[in-house]
């Protein structure tokens, strides 16, 4: 073996990630999400033919870790925003990077109406059923009794509302093509994050509608836990309220096995 | 009763205040660095039979206390810059409307998303409507602490009083601020005076109608008129401010807020140096002290505005001093704070300069 | 009489407690004082302060350009803080954790070994109970039975902390009272 390839690259930052420490706080989920979305627009080539709109939330830093355009939002507008630009640049793959705040409390209108316009545009919908950047307090997506800062005594249907399954909800409008829930707490999981990213930028490329991808996220440092402890309470809990799947998929792809 | 004395943040003394002042409802979003208001009120609220609720947006939470007035309640919200921006269109409903609400801003950094530090960028937004139309809100600026716990009194008796949404107008330092605090005595909700406007079912009488649309323009002009009389009337009897050593003072500083404070401890030290100087401070903004800060702009005095903003504020101070005295200003944008010692220093200069009338320092 | 203090260190060192203690404590004996945290996104880098000034008389600004004293609990706090310090001011520092001297030459400094200190009185997580005793001991702020009202009225519904914490002070004070 000759000295130039002892030494082979196995592991980097995908091209489409910037080569920069985040800021999220450790086993948050956020970072595994950014991983994925910059793998699969690697392997598409799409780098600098994309365009995303990232959140008002913790995530709201992406334009410094994602290696492509980005615009900010308001808290809420990113799919507002998003079709506009795709009305402008068609051919460009167009991505939303939205926590449960973002996308299903202030901009679940936004939300419902690109979506039902059947834009052709991606989201990647982080859901870690808090408010992360705030400080913990309710979501739209806290599951009943799970405790926030404003709600001390744990979410109770009467006073605070049920959680929200916007994916579910979503996937009623004809402009919707492909929504799955993943989540991001196993290798396995993550895996299957992955192909379901995969398959929306490609429903997207093909002008089929509307797609969404849903991660369940941990948030170790509002949900008080562990990182662990925190992918157990999703595997354990979380899915009970937002179960794993394909919530719609009318693209007519063939998976491959 | 008056309180004990308690040591308590900023956001929890308004929260506190408002539940002894009578308030039941509350209706918010989150946003830094006003969240331990929401927080404290979440469970405050339940504890005395009122109700709190986190609302899918600003611009939700706002519609919901239009609701509750229009029921009848005293109601409020709270939020932050980019908050407040997006409750605007509600402010000039219920203006227009006719009901009564207090809405709490805890400034931060902007434009836009800016950031989460203490600024004061909003005065424009406050005092010049923000909403559309021909409306006014009044705004009142404590310096925090003990004058926090009591404005919040005074704003819901404004907003019952005169129908009209309030302004309190806080900063992110103020917020967070801790401070002993003593609450006035509270008030029983059931003590307030009736309201003869309010929904609550026409049983026994006629059906009434809240609305802001009135399409004939002479019926739109005359209730305009009958808003301005309204507005005239709150800035003849309701201007407030407060005064530091303005006896003998050569120089005057204007300054509101947090920046009020700054700026007295840079009075203390001016004077530790032998310089004549007071302070001004506006308690409301809108209505402007402006007649109370002409007059004490004369005999050669120099009025020196400070602001954490790039100059707000001072647009009144001119509007109110004209040509009497020579102003000068020092404003720091963005979320940082001088110390005391960058306001005397702006007061040296200020003091140094000839005093050509009209003269500004820009800094 | 006006007094100000910039309590530094990492977030978990007990930092905004300590201001905390003193704030208490001196509101119970009616003196003026105002408590301003550092929060939001210079907590997420993992360090906290807090500036706590006390008077007698009204209090003005809760910012301070020139506290008198400085408590220091890790290096980068130092860093930053100690040219801030008022000339003939004190400096706090936590010897178990920083080996550097200050620059300055016109402070006061206390080196107060906290871990040590408070491994004496059964656990390191008394660190800052041990600084606090020793600030107030040096300065004369609060007396040791203030310091322990303070502590306990900044814990109220925390009880189980209470006497470890006591501890805590107590070995503050003996430390500069005793010199050892
Ligand atoms: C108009 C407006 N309202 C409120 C906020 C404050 N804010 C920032 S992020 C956020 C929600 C964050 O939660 P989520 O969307 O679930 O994202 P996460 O931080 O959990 O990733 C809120 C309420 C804001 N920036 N702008
Ligand atoms: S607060 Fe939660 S969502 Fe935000 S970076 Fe930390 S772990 Fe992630």
Redesign the pocket.
Known sequence: MSAEVAYQKVFGYPESLKPAQTHYCPGCG?SIAHRLVAECLDELGMREKTIGVP??????LAYNYFNFDMVEA??GRALAVATGIKRVHPDKLVLTY??????AA?GTAETIHAANRGEKITTIF?N?A?????GGQM?PTTTLGQVATTAPGGREPERHGRPIDISRMLAVSDGTVYIERCSLTSVKNIRKAKKAIMKAFRAQLDGLGFTLVELLSP?PTNWKMTPKAAWEWIDTEMVKTYPLGVIKDNTGYEDKK | MPSEKMLMRGSNVVGEAAVRAGCRYYFG????PQNELPEYLSWRLPEVGGTFIQAES?IASINMVMGAAAAGARVMTSSSS??IA?KQEGISYMAGQELPCVVANMMRGGPG?GNIAPSAADYFQATRGGGNGDYRTPTLAPAGGQELAEMVFVAFDLADTYRTPVMLLGDGLMGQVMEPVVFPDPIDPASLPQKDYILDGCEGRDPRAIYSLILDPPALMEHNLKLQAKYDLIAEKEVRYDTVELDDAEIIVVAYGTAARIAEEAVHELRAQGHAAGIFRPITLWPYPKQQLRELARDGRKVAVFELSLGQMVEDVILSVGERAPIYFYGVPGGVIPTPADVTDFLHSALADDGKVGRRIEV | MIARTTFAGFGGQGVLLMGYVLSHGAMLKDLNVTYFPSYGAEMRGGTANCTVTLSDRKIASPVASHPEYLVAMNYPSLAKFEPLVAPNGTIFLNSSLVEEDPQRDDVKVVKVPTVELAREVGSERAGNMVMIGAVCAETGLLSLEETIAGMKAALKGKEKFFELNQKGIERGFSFIKEGK
Do not use: K, R, S
């Not at chain 1, 939205?98 to 996308?103: I, P, T, Y």
């Not at chain 2, 979003?29 to 830094?32: F, G, L, N, V």
């Open positions: 956020h959140p008002v939330g913790c995530a709201v308001p808290h939205q926590g449960d705040g973002d996308l202030i982080i870690n808090i408010y992360g950047m705030t979501a948030c | 979003y989150p946003i830094t600003e980019p908050g997006l998303l």
